[in-house]
């Protein structure tokens, strides 16, 4: 599961930006939900670096001097807010925080593999020894992974040996592609680009805040 931009909206719709250092490139940015801590997050850059950290975890990137600059410029269509350029920013990570992953493991991907090498591997079977073989598979859990680390998963596939034939019919799996970035990395990356959009809107004074201000001044 993937963390969508209508995902992430939903969770920080009530949130505040408080700045609570901003000298160049060194910065401390809080965005929470006032009176509450969920789905809070902060950014901070210093030269070189962003870190994003709170309640869904904690990541920190490394790319050049002033990291909201590399944020900024996702791509061509950067103007539309939902837009990330996950593949490239994970190239650029440097630390996860222990509770967290990078990666977790793509569910349907991994069943399909499942499946393509135990249909290549009961093909020349008997119908009575094929279905011994799916019943051992079904009842070693092999089709059910959700929840497992994505190494821990493959690993339990590379080793299982058939009781029927004897051989390992899942020794290539390494061949497949079954990990996609973790739904809270993802989550994070979105925090990182929305927060830095709420940032440059109150410097030009876009913000709802600003607007506000400018209003009771009469300038609007």
Not at 124 to 132: N, V
Not at 158 to 164: D, G, S
Not at 178 to 205: E, N, P, S
Request: aromatic share 14%; net charge neutral.
């Amino acid at each position: 599961m993937t963390c969508t931009y209508e995902r992430f909206i939903r969770d920080v719709r009530d949130h505040a930006m408080t700045i609570e250092l901003d000298q160049g490139v060194h910065r401390s940015i809080l965005f929470s939900r006032p009176g509450s801590s969920a789905c809070h997050f902060r950014l901070n850059t210093w030269p070189g670096y962003l870190s994003v950290s709170g309640e869904m975890g904690s990541y920190t990137f490394f790319r050049m001097h002033d990291m909201f600059s590399f944020f900024r410029f996702a791509g061509p269509e950067y103007d539309k807010t939902e837009h990330i350029n996950a593949g490239y920013w994970d190239s650029k990570l440097t630390a996860v925080s222990a509770t967290e992953s990078r990666e977790e493991l793509n569910e349907a991907a991994y069943v399909d593999a499942v499946r393509l090498m135990l249909r290549s591997h009961i093909s020349h079977m008997s119908l009575s020894k094929a279905k011994r073989v799916m019943g051992y598979v079904k009842a070693d859990g092999l089709f059910d992974a959700v929840g497992i680390p994505p190494h821990d998963a493959m690993i339990a596939l590379w080793q299982w040996q058939c009781p029927v034939t004897g051989k390992y019919p899942f020794s290539n799996v390494w061949d497949y592609r079954l990990t996609t970035q973790a739904f809270h990395l993802v989550w994070c990356m979105r925090a990182i680009q929305w927060g830095i959009k709420q940032y440059d809107l109150r410097a030009q004074g876009r913000d709802h805040d600003s607007f506000m201000r400018r209003v009771l001044a009469g300038e609007v």
